[in-house]
């Protein structure tokens, strides 16, 4: 059978944990694809919230496959911590539900220290970064000298971390910067041995045969947003890895002709954490409000969220990048108690009117606003469409005619429960 692809379409945190766990029950298997612990998806079911940052979202259900794919970067420590809290709160044994893959780059303790001083290197001009390693662990990658899960299982790997510590430590020596890399080291090498009771994979071959089976379904995870992939994001405001649905197939080793339905997740808003344009961003009391009912604060960083209206010209570049077949709108419970709602239509570059996502949007942008009549109504108990407030499936009805694509599913609160599907 062909995968399926869910993934972001703003700038994260869209609320893809709980719609993963939504529909985990139509799949067998689920995949992590790329991102690291920079991720933070948030599920909430049986009045009980947790937050997942490397372990696919499939976890809370018995019987399905978690596969943590070949891009991904993992750091053994925070895998091992986020493992135990699953067995404290919910009793679950991780290594009887996930398998990782060989090819997955590993986060070293260095890498989390030199992302610190790169990043206080920058002064004012920081990117935002969560400070989990993940961008010296790609540039490792790219550079063809990080380490691998599946070296961990190899003799001589512990002079294999060694040779790039010490690289690392040579680089350190060119900041001012304080770190203690001994104390992190006995929690990370703790970490690998807890990931060596893990089945370690090579999953390109593993998923590539439960293609083959026609009762078999397989569901792939992005982590962040479309708006942060490292090649088609507001760069250098971004994250290290390709979030768009391009990305997929490189994490897991599939063809393009593999991809089947590609769910595309957005806000019925828009937020960003850290720094990087928005240009819907809003400074106002309505900022403020979306923030405080819509709780925006970041689950990996715990940073207040920057609020703004609906981007319908970074949405649809979003659904271009991704070839989005259906969409899913979370978060429109937000939306409950204010008189106008705004979408922008177009962007307003230098007095000329686009619809195109420009290449540099840290220039001076003026959107173009489509004004809506707000609902007022409490839509967090509703679980049919037929339900709708009239003015909330004017607003669905919008988006789908200017994305030319259907939301078949409407979050309308925290919980699993709370969801509408088309």
Same mark, same amino acid.
């Given at each position: 059978?062909?995968?399926?692809?869910?993934?972001?379409?703003?700038?994260?945190?869209?609320?893809?944990?709980?719609?993963?766990?939504?529909?985990?029950?139509?799949?067998?298997?689920?995949?992590?694809?790329?991102?690291?612990?920079?991720?933070?998806?948030?599920?909430?079911?049986?009045?009980?919230?947790?937050?997942?940052?490397?372990?696919?979202?499939?976890?809370?259900?018995?019987?399905?496959?978690?596969?943590?794919?070949?891009?991904?970067?993992?750091?053994?420590?925070?895998?091992?911590?986020?493992?135990?809290?699953?067995?404290?709160?919910?009793?679950?044994?991780?290594?009887?539900?996930?398998?990782?893959?060989?090819?997955?780059?590993?986060?070293?303790?260095?890498?989390?220290?030199?992302? #610190? +001083?790169?990043?206080?290197?920058?002064?004012?001009?920081?990117?935002?970064?969560?400070? &989990? %390693? /993940?961008?010296? *662990? =790609?540039?490792?990658?790219?550079?063809?000298?990080?380490?691998?899960?599946?070296?961990?299982?190899?003799?001589?790997?512990?002079?294999?971390?060694?040779?790039?510590?010490?690289?690392?430590?040579?680089?350190?020596?060119?900041?001012?910067?304080?770190?203690?890399?001994?104390?992190?080291?006995?929690?990370?090498?703790?970490?690998?041995?807890?990931?060596?009771?893990?089945?370690?994979?090579?999953?390109?071959?593993?998923?590539?045969?439960?293609?083959?089976?026609?009762?078999?379904?397989?569901?792939?995870?992005?982590?962040?947003?479309?708006?942060?992939?490292?090649?088609?994001?507001?760069?250098?405001?971004?994250?290290?890895?390709?979030?768009?649905?391009? #990305? +997929?197939?490189?994490?897991?080793?599939?063809?393009?002709?593999?991809?089947?339905?590609? &769910? %595309? /997740?957005?806000? *019925? =808003?828009?937020?960003?954490?850290?720094?990087?344009?928005?240009?819907?961003?809003?400074?106002?009391?309505?900022?403020?409000?979306?923030?405080?009912?819509?709780?925006?604060?970041?689950?990996?960083?715990?940073?207040?969220?920057?609020?703004?209206?609906?981007?319908?010209?970074?949405?649809?570049?979003?659904?271009?990048?991704?070839?989005?077949?259906?969409?899913?709108?979370?978060?429109?419970?937000?939306?409950?108690?204010?008189?106008?709602?705004?979408?922008?239509?177009?962007?307003?570059?230098?007095?000329?009117?686009?619809?195109?996502?420009?290449?540099?949007?840290?220039?001076?942008?003026?959107?173009?606003?489509?004004?809506?009549?707000?609902?007022?109504?409490?839509?967090?108990?509703?679980?049919?469409?037929?339900?709708?407030?009239?003015?909330?499936?004017?607003? /669905?009805?919008?988006?789908?005619?200017?994305?030319?694509?259907?939301?078949?599913?409407?979050?309308?609160?925290?919980?699993?429960?709370?969801?509408?599907?088309?």
């Amino acid at each position: 059978m062909k995968v399926d692809v869910l993934l972001g379409l703003q700038w994260g945190d869209e609320g893809k944990g709980k719609v993963v766990d939504v529909l985990t029950p139509d799949y067998n298997v689920i995949t992590r694809f790329q991102g690291g612990a920079n991720a933070g998806h948030s599920l909430e079911f049986n009045n009980q919230k947790h937050i997942l940052h490397l372990i696919p979202s499939g976890i809370f259900h018995d019987g399905i496959v978690n596969i943590i794919g070949n891009c991904v970067v993992l750091d053994p420590a925070i895998f091992k911590k986020e493992c135990d809290s699953l067995k404290e709160k919910f009793g679950i044994i991780a290594n009887e539900r996930i398998q990782v893959a060989k090819k997955a780059t590993l986060i070293l303790p260095t890498h989390r220290i030199l992302d #610190g +001083a790169m990043e206080a290197s920058k002064g004012d001009k920081k990117i935002g970064s969560t400070l &989990k %390693g /993940i961008g010296p *662990a =790609y540039t490792d990658k790219t550079s063809r000298c990080g380490l691998r899960v599946g070296d961990i299982l190899l003799p001589d790997f512990r002079d294999k971390y060694e040779k790039l510590k010490q690289s690392h430590l040579r680089t350190l020596s060119l900041y001012d910067y304080d770190y203690n890399v001994e104390e992190m080291e006995a929690e990370w090498f703790a970490g690998v041995e807890a990931l060596k009771q893990f089945e370690i994979i090579e999953a390109e071959h593993i998923v590539n045969d439960y293609i083959k089976k026609d009762n078999v379904s397989i569901l792939a995870e992005g982590a962040q947003g479309s708006l942060l992939d490292v090649d088609y994001g507001s760069y250098p405001f971004v994250t290290s890895s390709n979030t768009i649905c391009a #990305g +997929a197939c490189t994490g897991m080793g599939i063809a393009p002709s593999a991809i089947g339905e590609v &769910k %595309g /997740i957005f806000k *019925a =808003y828009c937020t960003r954490v850290g720094s990087g344009p928005f240009p819907t961003e809003l400074f106002d009391t309505d900022g403020q409000k979306l923030r405080d009912i819509g709780h925006e604060y970041g689950s990996t960083t715990g940073r207040p969220r920057r609020c703004g209206w609906m981007d319908l010209v970074a949405l649809k570049y979003a659904v271009m990048l991704n070839g989005v077949t259906e969409l899913i709108m979370t978060k429109a419970d937000v939306l409950d108690d204010f008189d106008t709602i705004k979408i922008a239509v177009k962007y307003k570059v230098n007095g000329i009117e686009t619809d195109a996502f420009p290449y540099d949007i840290e220039q001076n942008i003026e959107p173009v606003y489509k004004e809506f009549k707000g609902w007022k109504t409490d839509i967090s108990k509703i679980r049919s469409e037929n339900d709708f407030p009239v003015e909330l499936s004017d607003y /669905i009805a919008f988006i789908e005619k200017e994305t030319g694509v259907p939301i078949k599913i409407v979050s309308v609160g925290a919980d699993r429960e709370a969801t509408v599907v088309r």
